[in-house]
């Protein structure tokens, strides 16, 4: 009722101005009937972070003994990234790297999710060390560490050594992984206390084997892309037992995966089944297969003939124990009950649903509670954390700021929704934010956005936006601002 003043509002409606006074005003009595305000904080030690990924970020692809990757190779071919461009230098990071850690200082992070490229430690993907590889990232997690913040280390990040014989079509590509897993455990865990091994199963599988997308660009038959499937959960249960074998007593060891999450429709019980039995069912090709140690029977079913092979000792290394599951959020699927065989239906987005920039990032706060309840009821997992959540935005320089209130928009209502499952006791332990900076967004290259710093790629300057501000309030507060 902008533009009326309290009198003007009284006038002809016979209410006093002593009475209109105290409208909003709640009596002693009524304000001691009122449920008390939830409490915005956090759990005490809940850890804050932010997150990024070697290709993403490092450059320098031919500097210290690297060797070529299947992302180096994608992205030089043409007409597979949006703007032509490559990681060849990206926000150059492997000479920044202070920098960087100086970014996660100015906004108070305890946490850097970061990753290790493969193919800096075993260039050809297995066989002879390289010790300048190795020799980085100690001194970069030796940087983080004398700076207050707990490096959390992420082993493949989808840019794998280019030199293995079939990619993750190989099914030795797993043990290669293992081999690597194991060994960079044995020589940092006396510095990270906390490995993933692998991020996204279903991008580097999925979206690199059958859409085409991703490296390495092919469009292969079901039984093919199952088979990969099944290699990519095998590597991650094989690089578990590698590095349990590897790192010193005490180190905690999950994965990062970006799980279709399925969100009721309607609160109401049926409905909350149904995004239950769908989260289950649909990732039962990774998630579901990793923590309970073995293919659904659904899934084999459908699969019938292009369901994967499975040698013996398969299903218990994929099933091994893991200390924390943590989860890449973003997008909701809504689901409702349904009468059909499957008890659920899944709703697609609409033309109108909200979206941020990126065409895929349909906005639904909610996916953030539901995520981490679902997966809590169906595995029990010891502790979750967020391990990326975050938006691209059209961000604009204008006179050296950047005013992302959009991104802002986006964080604090899907960390409000965070912040319920934790007030709820679910094991949530930790956020981290993708992204630090803005960096190479894989196939769209450079032209989205998903940094709470601005980056000039010209020129390799970093600047904080507005959510960096917003974000570093939140992280001192330790309650949602």
């Not at 030796?142 to 293995?164: C, K, M, R, S």
């Not at 959960?233 to 578990?240: F, I, M, T």
């Not at 050296?400 to 409000?416: E, F, K, Q, T």
Request: include cysteine; charged fraction near 20%.
């Amino acid at each position: 009722m902008a533009g009326f003043n309290r009198r003007e509002l009284g006038l002809g409606l016979g209410v006093s101005a002593a009475a209109l006074a105290t409208v909003g005003r709640a009596t002693p009595a009524a304000a001691a009937a009122m449920p008390a305000a939830p409490d915005p904080r956090f759990p005490q030690d809940f850890v804050w972070g932010c997150a990024t990924a070697s290709y993403q970020i490092e450059g320098a692809v031919h500097e210290d003994g690297r060797g070529l990757t299947n992302w180096d190779v994608f992205s030089h071919t043409a007409g597979k990234i949006a703007d032509g461009k490559t990681g060849d230098v990206a926000c150059d990071s492997y000479h920044r790297y202070k920098e960087d850690t100086q970014l996660l200082k100015g906004i108070g992070a305890r946490a850097y999710r970061m990753s290790i490229a493969w193919s800096r430690i075993f260039p050809e993907g297995r066989g002879q060390p390289n010790q300048k590889g190795l020799d980085h990232y100690r001194r970069v997690i030796d940087d983080l560490l004398e700076n207050g913040i707990q490096p959390y280390v992420t082993l493949f990040h989808w840019d794998l050594p280019e030199a293995l014989p079939g990619g993750w079509q190989s099914r030795d590509t797993a043990y290669a992984f293992a081999d690597y897993a194991g060994y960079v455990a044995g020589r940092l865990s006396d510095r990270v206390h906390h490995f993933m091994t692998v991020n996204e199963l279903r991008c580097f599988t999925d979206l690199g084997h059958s859409q085409g997308i991703h490296a390495p660009g092919l469009h292969l038959p079901p039984a093919q892309v199952n088979q990969i499937r099944h290699h990519g959960v095998l590597a991650h249960g094989l690089g578990v037992q590698a590095i349990r074998a590897h790192a010193r007593p005490g180190t905690q060891v999950g994965l990062a995966d970006n799980t279709t999450f399925f969100v009721p429709v309607i609160e109401t019980p049926e409905h909350i089944a149904a995004a239950k039995k769908a989260t289950r069912e649909e990732n039962a090709m990774f998630l579901t297969a990793i923590m309970e140690g073995r293919y659904t029977d659904t899934y084999l079913a459908t699969q019938r003939a292009d369901a994967p092979k499975i040698q013996a000792g398969d299903m218990k290394a994929i099933g091994s124990p893991l200390d924390f599951v943590a989860l890449n959020v973003y997008s909701p699927v809504y689901v409702r009950a349904d009468a059909s065989p499957k008890g659920y239906l899944a709703l697609p987005h609409l033309p109108q649903s909200p979206r941020m920039a990126s065409p895929w990032l349909y906005v639904g706060p909610e996916v953030a509670y539901w995520a981490v309840r679902t997966v809590s009821e169906l595995w029990k997992p010891k502790a979750l954390y967020i391990s990326e959540n975050g938006c691209s935005a059209d961000d604009v320089l204008v006179d050296g700021r950047v005013d992302d209130a959009d991104r802002i928009m986006y964080l604090r209502n899907y960390i409000g929704q965070f912040h319920r499952a934790a007030s709820e006791g679910y094991p949530l332990k930790g956020y981290f934010l993708w992204s630090l900076m803005d960096n190479f967004e894989w196939a769209d290259g450079y032209t989205k956005r998903f940094g709470v710093h601005y980056v000039d790629f010209e020129t390799g300057k970093r600047m904080p936006k507005l959510s960096a501000a917003w974000y570093r309030e939140l992280v001192a507060r330790n309650a949602l601002v």
